[in-house]
């Protein structure tokens, strides 16, 4: 998702991204620790889509605070 994609979300649908996809990382790296991935660099591209999403989220709040 493109960070302009993710602008256009509400909050309440970031916040709910975020933990979907805290989610999928956790899933990943317990797959990974039992058994190689076949592409491991999913992880990086998941923790990567949550910085992302994190950073709209703080950009918002001090917006607000503003």
């Known amino acids: 998702m493109k960070i302009a994609e993710v602008r ?3 909050t309440k649908e ?3 991204r975020v933990a979907s996809e805290q989610a999928q990382l956790d899933q ?3 797959q ?5 991935l076949d592409n491991p660099a999913q992880i990086k591209f998941v923790r990567r889509e ?4 994190k ?3 703080r950009e ?3 917006n607000q605070q503003n």
Do not use: D, G, N, V
Request: proline share 4%; hydrophobic share 50%.
């Open 32 to 36: 990974h620790c039992i058994s190689p």
């Open 28 to 30: 990943l790296q317990l």
């Open 50 to 53: 949550i910085a992302r999403l």
């Open 60 to 62: 918002r709040e001090l």
């Open 14 to 16: 970031l916040a709910e």
């Open 8 to 10: 256009e979300l509400k």
């Open 55 to 57: 950073t709209i989220l």
